[in-house]
């Protein structure tokens, strides 16, 4: 597994300030985007799900963990007798895939899932993404209000990642993360590269919830810089690291399968976590396959997998929170990008 190490802490601070300023720069100038033009009725929505029988086959382009997206992919194999290929990206790299493939017009992907806003406002300005017409998006158990937006798009599950650290390795545990700034772990610590709007936010978090010397307190620390959370996980359960604050609940599969890893949300459980937006989009090469395509909800442990695109339980517990603060309903829009509830039951 290949490392990505900023040699010095000053280095890791300057990546993330000029990460923080690119990403408030382009979610400044998104647009929201149209509205829903409405679901389909019973009579659309059957012929839609035949005409997608007959296509066969569709491609979805995803940030989920690979676990979950095959467990998706089997299921509605199972049940609709359609394909699933899946491509599991980081968000900017399928943003790089997608703008190459609508630029070409050769396009191959059916449906982006996602984590980073402004990304999401970027697509919608463009004009990329369809109406999304299925009928558990306007289900009464769906809060259109809270996750049917912005625009076309709509959340569909929340990724949670918390600490994670190899009981062999790390014996000690972590009860929080300054936990991590602990002399032992020194070198031994995994974190992510903010190469998306959501990693960014972790960090900008990360100096809400702990102060803003935090940041420099964790690069003293010399931590191994990683692409995406899921080779942090794979770093831990190794042994090439002892510990994270940036892990996703399949820690707790492999912790099932006997690997010497433990898992644990952050800050008294206002974790951090971050919603997952979904777009069907126009261009789609399957169009009536990608609107009967079923998505993970979740990011933790092996529970449901599966779930209709807008499926009324997003993964979350009905509103949209600022992370520590229980009580105060935010709604999503062009200028914040706010994370999920921090208080999540874990899916397990």
């Given at each position: 597994m290949r490392s990505f190490i900023t040699s010095r802490p000053r280095a890791l601070v300057l990546m993330l300030t000029v990460g923080v300023l690119a990403v408030l720069a382009v979610a400044a100038s998104g647009a929201s985007?149209?509205?829903?033009?409405?679901?389909?009725?019973k009579a659309q929505w059957a012929a839609i799900v035949a005409k997608a029988k007959k296509e066969g086959s569709v491609t979805i382009y995803s940030a989920q963990a690979p676990t979950n997206l095959q467990a998706m992919a089997a299921k509605f194999k199972e049940k609709y007798g359609i394909s699933v290929t899946v491509n599991r990206q980081i968000d900017s790299v399928m943003l790089s895939q997608i703008n190459s493939e609508i630029g070409s017009g050769k396009v191959v992907a059916d449906v982006w899932v996602q984590a980073s806003k402004n990304y999401v406002l970027g697509a919608l300005e463009n004009k990329?993404?369809?109406?999304?017409?299925?009928?558990?998006?306007?289900?009464?158990?769906?809060d259109r209000s809270k996750f049917a937006k912005p625009g076309k798009a709509?959340?569909?599950?929340?990724?949670?990642?918390?600490m994670a650290w190899n009981t062999q390795a790390y014996p000690k545990g972590l009860k929080d993360i300054p936990d991590l700034l602990d002399p032992a772990l020194k070198g031994k610590i995994g974190i992510p590269q903010p190469t998306s709007a959501s990693f960014v936010d972790w960090y900008l978090w990360l100096e809400e919830t702990y102060g803003?010397?935090?940041l420099q307190k964790l690069a003293a620390q010399k931590p191994?810089?990683?692409?995406?959370?899921?080779?942090?996980?794979?770093?831990?359960?190794?042994?090439e690291i002892a510990a994270s604050p940036f892990v996703p609940g399949q820690a707790l599969d492999l912790k099932k399968q006997g690997a010497p890893v433990e898992f644990k949300l952050a800050n008294k459980g206002n974790n951090w976590n971050a919603p997952f937006w979904g777009l069907v989009l126009k261009q789609a090469p399957h169009p009536n396959a990608a609107q009967v395509l079923r998505l993970p909800r979740h990011e933790g442990g092996s529970r449901d997998v599966t779930a209709p695109l807008g499926n009324g339980d997003p993964g979350c517990s009905g509103r949209l929170l600022r992370a520590g603060a229980e009580s105060e309903a935010v709604e999503p829009d062009a200028e914040e990008d706010r994370r999920l509830p921090g208080a999540l039951e874990l899916a397990v």
């Open positions: 985007g149209a509205a829903s033009a409405g679901p389909a009725s990329w993404a369809a109406d999304a017409v299925g009928p558990d998006l306007y289900a009464k158990a769906y709509f959340i569909v599950g929340t990724a949670i990642l918390a803003n010397s935090f191994k810089i990683y692409l995406s959370s899921l080779p942090i996980l794979q770093a831990i359960t190794s042994g």
